[in-house]
């Protein structure tokens, strides 16, 4: 597919980086990698990766990203998190705590599903938007998110709890919509 004009930036330190960018090219709009501020000048959209979010937020800090990014984000540009990527961006976390950018109001809970072995697959719960229907989720080593503050919408939940979550432009998913076969995430990110 040919790109649109649009460009959405991958942050690069760790974590599933290919997976994201196959899933913009997909979509017909260039991705780019994000390891210096000066990366994120004219971006449309940034995805931060899963992986580990001990590794990114010291990544993070050592690039000197922490306040670009956040003023990315004042300035309007939309910001994907999936899993270490959504605790990046919670007020807070727990079990094991890093420092975060602070842009969704709530609580990450790390590890919160176990270990690696308890990764699994699951179907969202059937009151999803009709957009969203029947989105299967990869959890890996996955985080639970609480404690919402009031301008956090939930729009996917699995078994009853939260997994895709939107604050104004700032969007989060406990899961890896980058390893399913399914770009529907990634086209809410550009919708917004
Ligand atoms: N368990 C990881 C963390 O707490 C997240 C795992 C993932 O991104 N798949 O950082």
Do not use: W
């Not at 009031?150 to 989060?172: F, I, K, N, S, Y």
Request: charged share 20%.
């Amino acid at each position: 597919m040919v790109a649109d004009g649009r460009c959405v930036g991958v942050l690069a330190i760790q974590g599933a980086v290919d997976k994201h960018l196959g899933m913009l090219e997909r979509l017909g709009v260039h991705g780019t990698r994000v390891l210096r501020k000066e990366d994120l000048d004219g971006l449309d959209a940034l995805i931060i990766p899963g992986g580990e979010s001990t590794t990114i937020s010291k990544g993070l800090d050592r690039l000197g990203l922490f306040e670009p990014i956040q003023a990315f984000a004042r300035s309007g540009g939309a910001i994907l998190g999936t899993c270490a990527g959504a605790i990046l961006l919670a007020r807070e976390c727990e079990n094991h705590p890093v420092p975060t950018l602070g842009l969704l109001d709530m609580r990450a809970v790390r590890n919160a599903y176990g270990t690696q072995v308890d990764s699994f697959v699951a179907p969202a719960d059937s009151d999803a938007p009709a957009d969203l229907a029947a989105m299967r989720c990869v959890f890996i080593r996955a985080p639970q998110i609480a404690d919402l503050g009031p301008e956090v919408e939930v729009l996917l939940r699995v078994d009853g709890l939260p997994v895709l979550v939107r604050q104004g432009r700032v969007l989060a998913s406990t899961f890896h919509p980058e390893l399913a076969d399914d770009p529907r995430v990634h086209a809410l990110l550009l919708g917004l």
